[in-house]
């Protein structure tokens, strides 16, 4: 069964270091997603992606995350500056249409020191 | 602000008997309507979805809507220790499948 498959699962980083958590979406898929989960809390939605342009974001969403599909497979995260608040488990999404049904990846866990 | 609510539990459950989760959203523009389960450390796998108001059956589970009282809810019959989760509402807003999560309700099946 397609999945959508994420890495790395575990990144350590130091704070003010740069972060690029990456995603590859389920093939025919159109939509793609990236939310996060601090430990204990909400699943909160960061950014939705389609046509190569952001389509919506959240006010956690600022400077210094951007978002990027390269090439025709992968989708990345980009955190410029990380604090020790980003520590999260960011989880990539895909859906093969706008109403569709959301796929998530097992997520990638960020710990900032 | 569009708000997801959930009681957080944990809710528990012999096991064999009916599960009921239940979730109210705040925006009544919300489309769609969708329960996930999520194991500890784990991402949501979804479970049900749900468009209309009334009940969606799908083998064990069962989601019902009431838009007019914006409410969804789940049932899990015959609860088994593998149903033990957290299990998260999640609702979208107009058009477009941007979901607003709930905390979740964290589900104990005892054997």
């Known amino acids: 069964e397609p999945e959508v498959t994420q890495t790395p699962s575990h990144q350590v980083t130091q704070m003010g270091q740069e972060v690029i958590l990456r995603c590859v979406p389920i093939?025919?898929?159109?939509?793609f997603y990236w939310y996060r989960q601090i430990l204990g809390q909400k699943v909160e939605f960061l950014v939705s992606?389609?046509?190569?342009?952001?389509?919506?974001k959240s006010e956690i969403f600022d400077d210094q995350f951007s978002v990027e599909r390269p090439d025709g497979s992968n989708f990345t995260l980009k955190i410029r500056s990380t604090k020790l608040e980003d520590s999260a488990m960011y989880f990539c999404?895909?859906?093969?249409?706008?109403?569709?049904?959301?796929?998530f990846g097992e997520g990638s866990r960020l710990t900032v020191l | 602000q569009k708000e997801v609510e959930q009681n957080s539990g944990p809710l528990s459950v012999p096991e064999g008997a009916i599960a009921s989760l239940n979730c109210t959203y705040s925006?009544?523009?919300?489309?769609?309507f969708f329960w996930y389960r999520q194991y500890s450390g784990k991402s949501p796998e979804l479970i049900m979805s749900?468009?209309?108001?009334g009940d969606k059956e799908d083998g064990r589970f069962t989601a019902q809507l009431n838009k007019a009282s914006q409410y969804v809810s789940l049932l899990i019959r015959d609860s088994q220790p593998s149903d033990s989760a957290t299990y998260l509402c999640?609702?979208?807003?107009?058009?477009?499948?941007?979901?607003?999560f709930g905390g979740g309700t964290r589900l104990m099946v005892k054997p």
């Open positions: 093939s025919n898929h159109l939509y």
């Open positions: 999404a895909s859906s093969p249409s706008l109403d569709g049904e959301l796929f």
């Open positions: 999640a609702v979208t807003h107009n058009a477009g499948n941007m979901l607003t």
């Open positions: 749900i468009y209309s108001n």
């Open positions: 925006d009544r523009g919300s489309q769609s």
């Open positions: 992606f389609y046509n190569n342009e952001i389509s919506e």
